[in-house]
């Protein structure tokens, strides 16, 4: 991967010799048409290498073994000879761990026929990935030839030898093989990094993503460490701005927290893993460009400025604010400082704050609503500059409620939040309704009349429930759509809610039935763990006895029914689609007794279970009620979230843990959620209109 533009005359060449994108994420690959294009645009920007590693490709993992088809084959061959016309090094990585068997020759033979029909077809570069495969060997023959703790390192160190010796080698190939153990992350020594080192050509180079899988800062000493644990120069995979984890979110923010210490450094190159969205993915990846070719004169804020005026030409000044408010990195960090400070101090009252944010949130709505060029941006950008401003338009009219504080103030605030909550893309989420919601709190404007909502007495205590069994919904401090939503469904099935973070004793007898939420803490999923009511929960498994071990798996929105005989199979049938778009979704390992309903697509993994009364829970109790697991992650029942499907999935759940039958039209049919296929429609339900907001 040694192939760049040279740097302009009188400046030093770039400070990584490979600079350039691995297409490694999860989810929908982008078109052979967004890869042409990106390898022009990697030229005109500084970069020189381009890695095609697409998980969802099957050819390229799931069925490696396979060959191409002519039409798709004919495509990668075009894709080389572009690359190579444009000075970009295009790499084929293979990814075998999934199913090789180390122990066999025809797996070796396999692997050389597969590179073989690559190599034919103009392919001249190759990597071998072992990415997110089994770290540990299971196979007794595996076992047996490479005993011992690392065994994994010494099988994938041994592969890469044979394939640089039995493939490359006799065709010429010198170039150093490039290599994404299965242990990628981490600087410390590890067994399989001992014996990948003791198995592996001594000039392969490790892909390698930091101390973390995704990272918001990388030193030098994480690379010299990690570079010793496995005595290999480094190229660093960089997770950056890759979204396949959230696939709802946008980075579009430029690079920062590498370290600028890069001379004499193991780091010899940087592959970039892009967004799932190949043209924005533009924006972010200037920057690394510049980041790789001048570590030490790199700037965040202006190659962010130079990126946005590359990609966006015409149409930056109507784009800067959606790309502001979608800069943060790492993920976990914090949207649009000022704009979070604009909010805190309007709600603390403070003198100007609100003009600031009304100026704040108005630029960004008009902007969303005013952006039409360059086309295939602002086509992609699409959905986030719908959901931007319906977003701001949400946060002024609680700006509004805050001075005017009218029962057609929070009418119109409400509407506005329904509409801001309606759209999977995801554009201050985090931001917006909390602020939202604790104005219409404030002004005594939270969802008047919502079926099932406790009502509350002056003293802030759930007053009673007038004769309706109460369920306990066990969750946060802080209200939620979800718990909105939730609260919603169990009004329609008749109950009355009381929401609660610390149940004690008293509310736990009361309650009907259980739910526990993903915002419940400890104490409060203990208090809760034995009761006698029906339980239904997607967090806290674990203590909560229904299973022997839980994870939120992220990317994921579909099941698969394994008896659509069961009554929380609501009718369905097959794989069924749960939510709008990739999220997280809960799964478990259960116990025996344990009726599943429900795994998750190409795992089979249970994400809806139940235990009748008196099944042996892992923990080794009896169930004293029924007991039901179900797949929500943290948004629950959001709306921007859920499918007809899955909420129809919810609901079954939800009457089959209560013992409840399903409610029917007075035709006897089935609910909306589900008429009409198996399977029923995918598509969100309809959202009141919200009124236009004056800018």
């Not at 967004?34 to 030229?43: G, I, K, T, V, W």
């Not at 843990?657 to 198996?678: L, M, T, Y």
Request: hydrophobic fraction near 45%.
């Amino acid at each position: 991967m040694s192939a760049y533009i040279p740097s302009p005359a009188g400046q030093p060449p770039p400070a990584l010799s490979t600079r350039g994108t691995v297409e490694g994420f999860y989810g929908p690959p982008w078109s052979h048409a967004e890869r042409l294009a990106h390898l022009e645009f990697s030229a005109r920007i500084g970069l020189n290498a381009y890695v095609y590693a697409p998980k969802n490709d099957p050819y390229h993992r799931a069925r490696w073994r396979h060959r191409y088809p002519a039409p798709d084959l004919a495509r990668l061959a075009e894709l080389a000879e572009t690359a190579r016309a444009l000075g970009i090094r295009f790499t084929y990585a293979i990814s075998p761990g999934l199913s090789m068997r180390f122990a066999e020759e025809v797996d070796y033979r396999a692997l050389a026929e597969k590179a073989a029909q690559l190599y034919d077809a103009g392919v001249t570069s190759f990597a071998l990935f072992f990415d997110d495969v089994p770290a540990e060997l299971t196979r007794p023959e595996e076992v047996d030839r490479w005993p011992g703790a690392g065994a994994a390192g010494a099988a994938h160190g041994e592969t890469c030898t044979r394939f640089v010796a039995e493939f490359l080698t006799p065709r010429g190939i010198r170039e150093p093989l490039l290599v994404c153990p299965t242990d990628y992350a981490g600087v410390e020594e590890t067994p399989y990094r001992r014996r990948f080192a003791a198995t592996a050509p001594p000039d392969v180079t490790v892909a390698w993503t930091g101390h973390d899988i995704v990272v918001g800062e990388i030193s030098r000493s994480d690379i010299d460490r990690a570079s010793a644990s496995y005595r290999r120069r480094l190229v660093l995979w960089d997770n950056f701005p890759v979204n396949d984890f959230e696939p709802s979110r946008l980075f579009l923010g430029p690079l920062t927290g590498r370290t600028t210490e890069l001379a004499g450094s193991p780091l010899v190159g940087v592959l970039t893993n892009p967004m799932i969205q190949a043209v924005p993915s533009r924006i972010p990846l200037l920057s690394v460009a510049d980041w790789a070719r001048d570590p030490d004169g790199y700037d965040p804020a202006t190659s962010a400025r130079r990126a946005l005026a590359t990609v966006a030409g015409a149409g930056a000044e109507h784009l800067a604010p959606l790309i502001r408010v979608c800069d943060s990195w790492p993920p976990s960090a914090e949207p649009d400082a000022e704009l979070v400070r604009a909010v805190g101090d309007t709600l603390a009252g403070r003198p100007g704050a609100a003009d600031v944010l009304t100026g704040r949130l108005t630029g960004l709505a008009r902007a969303c609503r005013a952006a039409t060029e360059p086309e295939p941006l602002v086509a992609a950008l699409r959905p986030w500059l719908v959901a931007g401003a319906d977003m701001a338009a949400a946060g002024l009219a609680a700006v509004r409620l805050l001075d005017t504080a009218t029962t057609d103030a929070g009418e119109e605030t409400r509407r506005a939040l329904a509409r801001a909550e309606s759209h999977y893309a995801d554009v201050l989420r985090s931001v917006v309704p909390p602020f939202v919601r604790e104005v219409l709190d404030r002004t005594g404007q939270a969802q008047p009349g919502l079926p099932g909502q406790a009502e509350r007495d002056a003293d802030g205590q759930a007053a009673r429930a007038d004769g309706r069994p109460v369920a306990l919904l066990v969750t946060g401090e802080r209200r939620t759509a979800g718990d909105e939503a939730f609260t919603a469904l169990l009004g329609e099935r008749g109950y009355a809610v009381r929401r609660h973070h610390a149940p004690g004793p008293d509310e736990v007898a009361a309650a009907s039935l259980v739910v526990v939420t993903r915002g419940a803490d400890g104490p409060a999923i203990e208090a809760v763990a034995r009761a006698d009511a029906p339980l239904l929960a997607w967090h806290g498994l674990v203590p909560l006895g229904l299973a022997r071990h839980s994870e939120v798996l992220l990317a994921r929105d579909r099941v698969r029914i394994v008896d659509p005989a069961d009554p929380g199979a609501a009718g369905l049938d097959d794989v069924v689609p749960v939510y709008r778009g990739p999220a997280k979704l809960t799964v478990a390992e259960v116990g025996p007794d344990a009726q599943i309903v429900a795994l998750v697509v190409d795992e089979n993994r249970p994400a809806l279970f139940r235990y009748p009364p008196g099944a042996r829970l892992p923990d080794g109790t009896s169930a004293p009620a029924p007991r039901v697991g179900v797949f929500l992650g943290a948004d629950g029942l959001a709306p921007w979230l859920m499918t007809a499907e899955g909420r129809a999935l919810v609901v079954a759940a939800l009457d089959a843990c209560a013992a409840r039958s399903r409610p029917v039209s007075a035709a006897g049919e089935q609910p909306a959620a589900v008429a009409g296929r198996p399977g029923g429609t995918s598509q969100p339900e309809n959202l009141p209109r919200v009124p236009e907001v004056s800018l």
